[in-house]
C-alpha cells in the first residue's frame, strides 16, 4: 500500500513539474520588455498614412548630415570616422496608447551623433551613438529613457546581420538574470530626418554610472587607487588609455590569444591620472602573473584571489552556449570595484548562434577553452568543475531549450507589425544578391527562416553540451609526468 502511494505520488510529480516551471515561471529581476510593456488598443483616430507604433518611438534632426562611417586614407586603408553631429532627439513612449511622430515627445533634448560599430558600420543600416547635450552642446546631459537609469550616452544597435533581430535582446535580457550586470534593452523605432530607419535596440553603453549600468564605492580620485572598467579590443587612438600589462610584455597568454588587441582603460576617463595607470596596470599584471604561475589556483595567492569566480564562470557559459566568437578577444568588457575582485560583462551577440559571416562557430566545438586568461582559468579542476555544475543548474532554467524558444516566441508576438514595418525598408536583404554569410546556404531567405535557423543552432548546441560539458575536466587532469614521477618516487 505504502509503495501504491509513493508511485502515485511520484507520476503526480512528474506531470506536475515540468508544468509547474511553465506556470510559475523563473524569477525576473530585470525588465524585460516584452513581458512587462502594457498592451496598447488599437489606434481608431487615423489612417494607415499615419506613421504609428506600439513600441517606443525616436525622431532624430541633425543639423549635418550624419558622417559617413569611415575615412578612407590616400592608400585605400580606411579608419574609423567617429565624428559627431548636433542634433535634436525627441523619444515617445506612451504607456497606454501607440506612438506617434505628432505627439508630445516623452523626451525631447539635445544631442550627439554618430555611426557605431566595427565590420556593422559597414552595413546599410548602421548601428548610431546618441550622447545627450545641455542646450549649449558644451557638457553632457543625463537622460533617462523608458525607465532606464539615467544617461548620457546610449547605443542604437541597427540588427541587419542577425536577420532575427532579437539576438542581442534576448542575450543581454539572458545574461541579465544570470549576472551581476548586463546592458538594459529596449527595442524601439527609429525616424533619422524624416527617414524611416526600422526597429533598434536602445542599448545602455557599458560605462560607470553611480545610478546603474556599473556602480563603484566612492573613492578620492586623487589619489592612485582607484575602481576601474577595461576593456579588450582592437587598439585604441589614444595611447594613454592603452595598458601594459604582464600578458602584454611578457607574451605570455598575450599575442597568440589576443592577436594584436589591447587592454584599454574606460573608466577613469577624463580624469585619470598617471598614476591610477600605473594602478591599473599592476594589479592586472599581477593577476595575470599568478595566473600562469606554479600554484595558480591556491585560494590565497593565486588568481581566486584576483577575480570574481562566479562572474567568470557565468560568461563563459554564455558565451560558450551562443558560440560568440568574439568573447573574450573582442568588445570584451572588465570592472573591478575598489573594495572587490576584478569582474566580467557581456557584450554583442550580433553574430552569435553561427552568425558570423563566415563559419567561425561550430555547434560541436568548444569556443572559449584557449581564450585569453580562460586557457589557464582551466587548468585548476575547481574552475572547470564549477562551470559544469553551472552549466547543467542553467539547463534546467535560463538556459534550457524550453524556456529559449518561448522567450523568441514571446519576444516576436510582441515586436508584432514592428518587425514587417522593418523589413518593407530593409527586407531586400533577404535576397541572394545581398548574401552576407558564406556558403550561400547558410542566408536564410526570409525572417521566419531565420528564427527557425536560431532556434535550431540553440537546440544543436544545448545538445552537444550537453554531451561534452563534463570533458572540460581533461583539461585539469594531472600530467602522466607527474603520476609517472610521482610512481617512481613512491617505489624508490
Ligand atoms: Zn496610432
New binding site residues.
Given amino acids: 500500500m505504502k509503495y501504491k502511494i509513493i508511485s502515485i505520488l511520484c507520476i503526480i510529480l512528474m506531470v506536475l513539474l515540468p508544468m509547474g516551471v511553465r506556470m510559475l515561471g523563473l524569477p525576473q529581476n530585470r525588465y524585460h520588455q516584452h513581458l512587462q510593456a502594457q498592451e496598447k488598443p ?2 481608431t ?2 489612417g494607415k498614412e ?4 506600439h513600441i517606443p518611438l525616436i525622431n532624430i534632426t541633425t543639423k549635418e548630415t550624419v558622417p559617413a562611417p569611415f575615412l578612407y586614407n590616400e592608400d585605400g586603408s580606411r579608419t574609423l570616422n567617429n565624428k559627431m553631429v548636433q542634433a535634436s532627439v525627441q523619444y515617445f513612449d506612451n504607456q497606454e ?4 511622430l505628432t505627439d508630445t515627445p516623452t523626451v525631447s533634448e539635445h544631442a550627439l551623433i554618430r555611426t557605431r560599430g566595427r565590420s556593422s558600420r559597414g552595413f546599410d543600416k548602421q548601428g548610431y551613438l546618441l550622447k545627450f547635450m545641455e542646450a549649449d552642446f558644451l557638457n553632457n546631459k543625463k537622460v533617462s529613457l523608458s525607465g532606464m537609469t539615467a544617461d548620457s550616452d546610449w547605443v542604437l544597435h541597427g540588427p541587419f546581420l542577425d536577420k532575427t533581430l532579437i539576438r542581442n535582446y534576448l542575450c543581454y535580457n539572458l545574461a541579465g538574470e544570470i549576472m551581476d550586470y548586463s546592458p538594459n534593452v529596449r527595442f524601439c523605432e527609429i525616424f533619422i530626418n524624416g527617414t524611416y530607419k526600422g526597429l533598434y535596440l536602445l542599448t545602455e553603453k557599458i560605462e560607470y554610472n553611480d545610478e546603474g549600468r556599473i556602480k563603484f564605492t566612492e573613492t578620492d580620485p586623487d589619489l592612485p587607487a582607484t575602481s576601474y572598467i577595461v576593456k579588450l579590443d582592437e587598439e585604441g587612438e589614444n595611447p594613454l588609455y592603452s595598458l601594459n600589462t604582464f600578458s602584454e610584455y611578457s607574451g605570455k597568454n598575450g599575442p597568440r590569444k589576443r592577436g594584436s588587441n589591447k587592454l584599454e582603460i574606460i573608466y577613469p576617463n577624463k580624469t585619470l591620472t598617471l598614476e591610477q595607470k600605473e594602478y591599473i596596470e599592476a594589479e592586472i599584471s599581477r593577476f595575470e602573473k599568478a595566473l600562469v604561475s606554479f600554484d595558480s589556483a591556491d585560494k590565497n595567492y593565486g588568481y581566486p584571489s584576483f577575480i570574481d569566480t562566479a562572474s567568470f564562470v557565468d560568461y563563459f557559459i554564455i558565451n560558450e552556449f551562443t558560440m560568440n566568437s568574439d568573447a573574450a578577444r573582442l568588445s570584451t568588457f572588465f570592472y573591478k570595484d575598489i573594495t572587490g575582485k576584478l569582474k566580467i560583462t557581456v557584450w554583442d551577440f550580433n553574430s552569435a548562434f553561427d552568425n558570423y559571416l563566415p563559419v567561425m562557430s561550430e555547434p560541436h566545438y568548444f569556443m572559449m577553452t584557449d581564450k585569453f586568461w580562460y586557457e589557464y582559468m582551466l587548468r585548476d579542476q575547481d574552475f572547470s568543475n564549477k562551470i559544469i555544475y553551472r552549466y547543467n543548474a542553467l539547463r534546467k532554467t535560463y538556459l534550457s531549450d524550453e524556456y529559449l524558444v518561448e522567450y523568441i516566441d514571446e519576444t516576436i508576438a510582441y515586436l508584432g507589425d514592428a518587425i514587417d514595418r522593418n523589413y518593407e525598408v530593409w527586407g531586400y536583404s533577404f535576397s541572394q544578391e545581398e548574401d552576407m554569410l558564406i556558403p550561400t546556404e547558410r542566408n536564410p531567405r526570409n525572417f521566419e527562416e531565420a528564427v527557425a535557423d536560431l532556434k535550431q543552432s540553440i537546440i544543436k548546441r544545448g545538445e552537444f553540451l550537453d554531451a561534452n560539458i563534463e570533458t572540460l575536466k581533461s583539461l585539469s587532469h594531472d600530467s602522466i609526468n607527474k603520476q609517472f614521477n610521482h610512481d617512481v618516487g613512491g617505489r624508490s
Fill in positions: 488599437k489606434c483616430t487615423h499615419t506613421f504609428c507604433t496608447y501607440n506612438n506617434h
